[in-house]
C-alpha cells in the first residue's frame, strides 16, 4: 500500500477533507493528537476496526478509543452516562482524558474488543478535532505504533511504523504532553483510573470527589490484571534490556555510572542512561546519554520519553540503565510507561 504523507501546519489545510473522506469510505489515517498520534478509522464500522488491528499487529481482544468532537455526541455511542462524567467533561474536555461507559448499540464489538463498554476521548488538537468533523464520523483510534513499540510522538515516529501499512499520514510537529491521556472507568459507583496520563489522581479528586485507581496499573499489586486490556501486554518497550535503577539519587547515579565503567572485557555491548539535565554529566563512559530534561520541568521530561526509548534504538543500545522520575504531577504516569517498557525490571538499591 502507497502511504500519503502529508505536513500539515494548521485545521484549515485542505489536506484534511481529504483525510476524512478517506476515514468515511473505510480507510485508516494516522493524525496528531496532544497526547500522541493516533492511527484513525472510523468507530462505526467493523471493517475498519478490524484493519486497525491489522496495521498494528495488535490483539483484537484490546479495545479502541473513540474520539468525538464535541461533547454532545457523547449520548450517541454511551448509555446511562453518570452526571459526574458531565463534571469531567466540562473540566477535561477537550483535553487528555478518556472516559469508559456502557456502550449504545451502534459501536460495533470489533470496536470495543467485544467489551460491551465503550472508551470515549474528545482531543484538543485542533488538527485531531478538524479530522473528526470532516470524517462526518467518530474515529477510533489507538496509537500510531505497532504493536509493543513506544507510542508515536512525532511524525516521524509514525511513519517508520505505519508507512506502507495505512492510507495516509498527517504531520504535524512533535505532540505537546508525549503521553496517552488518563483513562477513568465511569461504569462504576466510584470511577476507577485505570490509565495514569496528564490528568492527575489528585485533579481529578478535586473536579468529583472520591476516585479509586486500578491497584494493579499503579503496581501496587503485581498479581492482579489490569482492567484495560492494553495494559496486560509488555509495551513501549526498546529492543536492547531495559532496568530501572531505583533509591537513593546518589546511589542510583553511581550504581550506573559503574554498570557503563566496569563492562566484562570484550562484551562489546553498547550501554545507554536515561537520565535527567541534572545528571547527564555524570555518565561519561555511557555510549548513549538520554537527557530527558530537568526534574524541574516534568512535562519536558513526559514530552520526551518516547522519543528517547526510540533513540535508544537507532543508536543501536543493548543495555539500557533508568533513573527514576519521581516527579509531583505526572510521575506515577511517567513511571508507569517506563516499567511497562521495562517488563517491570526494577533494581532497588
Ligand atoms: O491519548 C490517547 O489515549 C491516545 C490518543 C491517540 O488518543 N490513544 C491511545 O490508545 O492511547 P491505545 O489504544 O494505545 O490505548 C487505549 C487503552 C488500551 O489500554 C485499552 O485496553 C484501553 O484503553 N481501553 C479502551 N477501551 C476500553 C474499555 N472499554 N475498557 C477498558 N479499557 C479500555
Ligand atoms: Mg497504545
Known amino acids: 500500500m502507497n502511504t500519503i504523507y502529508v505536513k500539515v501546519k494548521d485545521a484549515g489545510d485542505a489536506a484534511i477533507g481529504e483525510a476524512g473522506r478517506m476515514i468515511r469510505s473505510g480507510g485508516l489515517v494516522a493524525f496528531p493528537t496532544e497526547t500522541v498520534y493516533g492511527l484513525g478509522g472510523n468507530a462505526l464500522d467493523p471493517a475498519s476496526s478490524k ?7 495488535r490483539p483484537s481482544d484490546n479495545p ?64 485531531a478535532q478538524a479530522l473528526i468533523k470532516a470524517s462526518g464520523t467518530f474515529i477510533a483510534a489507538p496509537s500510531a505504533n505497532v504493536s ?3 507510542s508515536p510522538t512525532s511524525g516521524e515516529h509514525v511513519l517508520s511504523d505505519m508507512d506502507g ?31 495514569p496520563g496528564y490528568v492527575s489522581e489528585q485533579m481529578l479528586r478535586d473536579a468529583v470527589g472520591d ?18 486490556p492494553g495494559m496486560r501486554y509488555r509495551h513501549y518497550a526498546p529492543k536492547g534490556s531495559l532496568a530501572i535503577v531505583s533509591g537513593d539519587r546518589d546511589k542510583v547515579i553511581s550504581y550506573i555510572r559503574r554498570q557503563t565503567e566496569e563492562r566484562p572485557a570484550g562484551e562489546g555491548k553498547r550501554y545507554g542512561v536515561i537520565t535527567c539535565t541534572q545528571d547527564a554529566g555524570m555518565y561519561p563512559l555511557a555510549d548513549f546519554v538520554a537527557d530527558a530534561g530537568s526534574l524541574e520541568d516534568e512535562n519536558e521530561i513526559a514530552s520526551r520519553l518516547y522519543d528517547l526509548l526510540r533513540r535508544c534504538d537507532e543508536e543501536k543500545i543493548d543495555v539500557i540503565f533508568s533513573e527514576e522520575f519521581d516527579t509531583p504531577r505526572m510521575g506515577s504516569a511517567i513511571m508507569n510507561r517506563l516499567i511497562r517498557a521495562a517488563g517491570h525490571n526494577i533494581i532497588k538499591l
Not at 51 to 57: L, P, Q
Not at 166 to 174: E, F, K, L, Y
Request: overall charge negative; glycine content about 6%; aromatic content about 6%.
Open 51 to 57: 484493519k486497525i488491528y491489522e496495521a498494528k499487529g
Open 165 to 195: 501499512r495505512i492510507d495516509m499520514i498527517i504531520d504535524s510537529g512533535p505532540c505537546e504532553i508525549g503521553l496517552e491521556s488518563t483513562i477513568i472507568d465511569m461504569t462504576e459507583e466510584i470511577p476507577v483510573i485505570l490509565r
Open 64 to 127: 479502541l478509543i473513540v474520539h468525538i468532537a464535541d461533547t454532545a455526541d457523547l449520548e450517541q455511542i454511551a448509555e446511562s452516562v453518570p452526571p459526574a462524567a458531565y463534571v469531567l467533561a466540562k473540566k477535561f474536555w477537550p483535553g487528555p482524558l478518556t472516559m469508559i461507559f456502557h456502550k449504545k448499540p451502534s459501536v460495533p464489538y470489533e470496536t470495543t474488543g467485544g467489551l460491551d463498554t465503550v472508551a470515549v476521548r474528545f482531543p484538543s488538537h485542533p488538527i
Open 148 to 150: 509493543g513499540r513506544p
Open 211 to 228: 476516585v479509586g485507581r486500578d491497584p494493579a496499573v499503579f503496581d501496587e499489586d503485581t498479581t492482579a490484571r489490569p482492567k484495560a
